[in-house]
């Protein structure tokens, strides 16, 4: 499949598993006579709704309509009830069909971070920080971020969030107890990063493997859910320190490659932060396995 069928393949197939997930009645339509032979809404409906023709509603979904307008598709997000992520996701699924999008696409991200970003991180010492770029692979970790992730860096193959969660388990169960959560959103940040670089062959094979070995994966993935990545909590099991709940800010570091450094933030004189405390106690008298060649980077 060439970039152009396959940017037309995610208009089609996020459009209709938006569709799925609208009832009729939700959409304000009167119930029908007859038995319907799809369980959401069907593109006559939308285009109905939307006040656009049918046929130019079908020709949308396909990919196959040019430059469709603002309002055309602020009409269509409206009925089909797009949040402000899934919103912003067609407008880069759409975006992508256009001759300049694909001739001026941003190249997909690299798998190392600047010595700038690398002196940054570590003065960063009493707060677990770490850096990962939209494939999720974690680039690189100051000491505190190490000890967090331990079972993450103790896990073999190349350090990845993804892989992680869906293929090394139990380990990934028992790091996050929210596990759900976690695999959810990993998997709908993964489809943002579809839409921007439908063509970047390390996430290409990344998909691949996971919807190959694990069932989890591939059955949210089919879901076309997107999410971006923003500040929140995580809850964390770890061997050292028990369950505690840690919130967090996402920063965007590199804006040519869309690296994010995470920093959790516990608040002064909490458990959360006394709990960090003393994990960098025990993380400064325990020597810390060797991970150097587990980062492109070296760190």
Known sequence: MDDKEAARAAVREFLRSRRDRVSPAEAGLPPAGTRRRVKGLRRE????????????????ER???TGPSPGVVESIATVLRLDDDERAHLDRLLTALTPEARKHRK???TATISPGIRVLLDSIDHLPAIVF????DLLAANDLGRALYAPMLDTDGPVNAARFLFLDQPAARNLFPEWERVAADTVSILRIEAGRHPDDPELIALIGWLSTHSPAFRTRWASHDVKTHRAGTKVFRHPLIGTLTLPFENLTIDTTTDQVMTVFTPQPASPEHDAIRLLASW????PSPAHTERFPDGS
Do not use: D
């Open 63 to 65: 990919g196959r309509a």
């Open 133 to 136: 770029n939209p494939r999720l």
């Open 107 to 109: 190249p997909a991200s």
């Open 45 to 60: 409906e939308v285009a109905l709704l939307a006040g656009i023709s049918p046929e130019y509603y079908i020709r949308l």
């Open 283 to 286: 993380n400064a008298h325990t």
